[in-house]
């Protein structure tokens, strides 16, 4: 009973909604709970009271009991407490006494130690003394020996086997000898030792020599650390092994695979593993083997390439030269990648100046040449194809053709095919002079590259063109914007050109600021000349508009009997040379300045066309005629898209509605919106341009 009261009211379980509602389900009395005496049975709240009146004294019950039981644990907890306070007091003396006794020993052991130590120190030294001393005297004997005779009998010397002892005491007999007088009782005994060192020194390098042809490698790191105590012997066994290896390449032939920076990658990371197991610093080693492949391997294979290829194209020699350089690139790269610690930088000199020096000297001036010579033939070989003959005199003149049959104008004048032509061909340029050529040397080639590209297309071709189409005077429509156009679009390649591929390599250099100077020069020079022109085809297509309008019969604004009224076939010529001229001005030119052209021209046209309607006289009858060709310019004018255009061309067709107002009327009409906005004298000008000017005497109607 008591555990199960005890369980309910645990901290993690116990809930007070829940704990009231189990009592009031565990009373079958109440009526409420799932067990019942009898079904049916009503809620009784007396029946509930009492239950938890029962439960409360209960409850009660079972704290008085769990307090009588936390009293006494509380009680022997407090005993058993004071029992081990008690038991740590008596103990803790015995710690103390411990502790005291292990630091007395560990301070005793450090001192024996010290002792030890000490004793160790003075038997060794004592030791060492001793065993220079042996030496001492055993060099003194030695010495002694090599005095009285050329050779010595000591075992080093005489047995092979123990030639790496020998060298080691042959070096220290060198270091005394050294130190003699220089007098001629030692004359003698330094020769003697000098010899003996000399051969000892050759017998190692002979050593190495037969271990690098064996392949033996451990031999070959023995001997050549040896070595390492020698004058000369490390430098000649260094050069043995080198010379070694590039026999072997050159006697392999290289030169004859499909890549022989390839094949040589593949050699050089063997060699330079097999250094790091010989030698003691192998990147000196592969230095100086990286030189001799270069000297001795590629020179001769680069040179036989680009003079093959010289004797053949200059093209082809130049494309030869950028491959190449590529590949050793590449070599550079791998071989920096054998986690060496050459520079890379003392790799890149290396390459370029001992592989490709002499055909790096001259590059830039022969790149250029050849450009430039690429750029002449095209433009020479265009303006033969469609027979334009030039003549220099100060100033670039062309020699209009003949016969400029069955070439459209811009074809003729100026091809896209050479613009193409010269920029594929630049871009070549500066990738190869990118790749083979450093910063400053860089930036002085793509200047040159930049200023034959103007040269040949700016000051040249697109000169030659505008002058050609502007002194045009047959053909189609719009010769001289068509040709605009075409430059234009050539002129936007250029600047392409230079913005994405030039400038990022010379935004830094000083020959920047030259650059964009002579491009802003240029493209004055073809503004000028463009606007000029521009300004004669605008007026030659005003003045065709002219002719077109002066075949105007006079009765076709005053005819004698009324008819439908019908556009007049004047008029349909005119609009047709009109939309033609707006079409051509559309397809040569765009953005702002295909905005300002047609304005221009549709200014023009308006004051063409004003000014030809006020040349007749003009009925009411034919005014309905005329309305019909305004209305049809009106339709021209909608497609030049102008705000403007439309406004003045709207006014146009308002001032001619005055031709058909009543004489009796007209002041009054006049007097109103919209004429009243209009300048008295172009509504007096329209006025006096009615057949009943006189007859009406409208001059003293509108004077009144």
């Known amino acids: 009973r008591m555990a199960d009261f005890l369980k309910d009211f645990e901290p993690e379980s116990f809930v007070l909604d829940k704990y009231v509602e189990k009592l009031t389900q565990q009373d079958p009395n109440t009526g409420l709970g799932p067990i019942k005496k009898k079904e049916g049975m009503p809620f009784d709240p007396k029946v509930l009271l009492k239950s938890f009146q029962a439960s409360l004294v209960d409850l009660q019950d079972l704290s008085e009991k769990v307090n009588t039981k936390v009293e006494k644990c509380e009680f022997l907890c407090a005993k058993q407490e004071r029992e081990h306070a008690m038991r740590v007091r008596q103990l803790e003396p015995l710690f103390q006494d411990a502790f005291n006794e292990f630091q007395e020993l560990e301070d005793r052991i450090t001192y024996v130690a010290r002792k030890v130590v000490h004793l160790g120190d003075q038997l060794e030294a004592s030791n060492s003394h001793r065993s220079r001393d042996a030496e001492a005297e055993r060099l003194m004997e030695i010495m002694m020996e090599f005095k009285l005779k050329s050779k010595s009998s000591q075992p080093e010397f005489t047995d092979p086997t123990k030639l790496t002892e020998g060298a080691d005491l042959i070096n220290k007999l060198n270091l005394l000898a050294n130190e003699l007088p220089l007098t001629e009782d030692y004359s003698s005994l330094r020769k003697n030792i000098a010899d003996k060192y000399v051969d000892i020194e050759n017998q190692l390098v002979g050593k190495f020599f037969e271990a690098l042809q064996a392949s033996d490698v451990k031999r070959m790191r023995l001997y050549a650390s040896t070595l390492q105590q020698f004058q000369h012997g490390s430098a000649q066994c260094m050069n043995n092994y080198i010379g070694h290896h590039i026999h072997n390449m050159v006697q392999s032939n290289p030169a004859s695979s499909d890549d022989i920076f390839k094949t040589l990658e593949t050699r050089c990371a063997k060699v330079y593993k097999q250094m790091t197991e010989v030698f003691d610093n192998p990147e000196e080693a592969m230095t100086k083997f990286l030189q001799q492949v270069i000297d001795k391997v590629l020179y001769g294979h680069v040179n036989k390439e680009l003079e093959d290829a010289g004797d053949v194209d200059k093209e082809d020699y130049l494309q030869k030269l950028y491959h190449l350089h590529i590949r050793a690139m590449i070599l550079r790269d791998s071989l920096t990648k054998l986690e060496t610690k050459i520079d890379p930088s003392f790799l890149t000199k ?355």
């Open 350 to 704: 290396t390459i370029r100046y001992s592989l490709f020096g002499d055909h790096l000297a001259a590059y830039t001036e022969f790149e250029v040449g050849h450009l430039i010579h690429k750029c002449h033939m095209t433009l020479a070989d265009f303006y033969n194809s469609v027979g334009i003959q030039k003549k220099q005199g100060g100033v670039i003149r062309a020699t209009i053709p003949q016969n400029l049959s069955g070439n459209s104008p811009e074809e003729l004048f100026v091809s896209e095919n050479v613009c193409t032509s010269v920029l594929f061909e630049s871009r070549n340029s500066i990738k190869r002079c990118k790749e083979l050529l450093m910063d400053r040397e860089l930036s002085h080639a793509l200047r040159e590259i930049f200023d034959t590209i103007l040269d040949n297309l700016c000051a040249d071709h697109f000169t030659t063109a505008l002058e050609l189409a502007a002194e045009y005077k047959g053909g189609p429509i719009g010769v001289f914007l068509q040709v605009v156009g075409c430059v234009n679009k050539n002129i936007h390649l250029i600047e392409k050109l230079f913005r994405e591929i030039i400038m990022p390599l010379i935004q830094y250099a000083p020959i920047a600021a030259h650059c964009n100077e002579r491009k802003r020069e240029m493209l004055l020079k073809l503004e000028s000349r463009i606007e000029t022109g521009m300004e004669r085809s605008v007026s030659s297509m005003v003045a065709t508009l002219h002719s077109i309008l002066n075949n105007q019969k006079k009765t076709d604004y005053r005819p004698e009997e009324p008819g439908i009224p019908e556009t007049s076939q004047c008029c349909t010529k005119a609009v047709s040379h009109i939309a033609s001229c707006a079409q051509v001005i559309k397809l040569s030119l765009d953005g702002k300045n295909q905005e300002v052209v047609l304005l221009e021209f549709g200014i023009r046209v308006h004051r063409e066309l004003y000014e030809h309607i006020l040349s007749f006289t003009i009925n009411s009858i034919g005014a309905m005629f005329l309305i019909c060709d305004v209305n049809e310019y009106r339709k021209v004018m909608k497609e030049f898209k102008s705000p403007f255009l439309d406004e003045v061309f709207e006014n146009l067709q308002t001032l001619c509605n005055l031709f058909i107002v009543m004489h009796e009327n007209l002041k009054q009409v006049c007097s109103e919106e919209p004429y009243v906005s209009f300048d008295r004298n172009v509504i007096m000008r329209i006025v006096n341009s009615r057949a009943d000017y006189k007859t009406a005497k409208l001059a003293k109607l509108f004077n009144q």
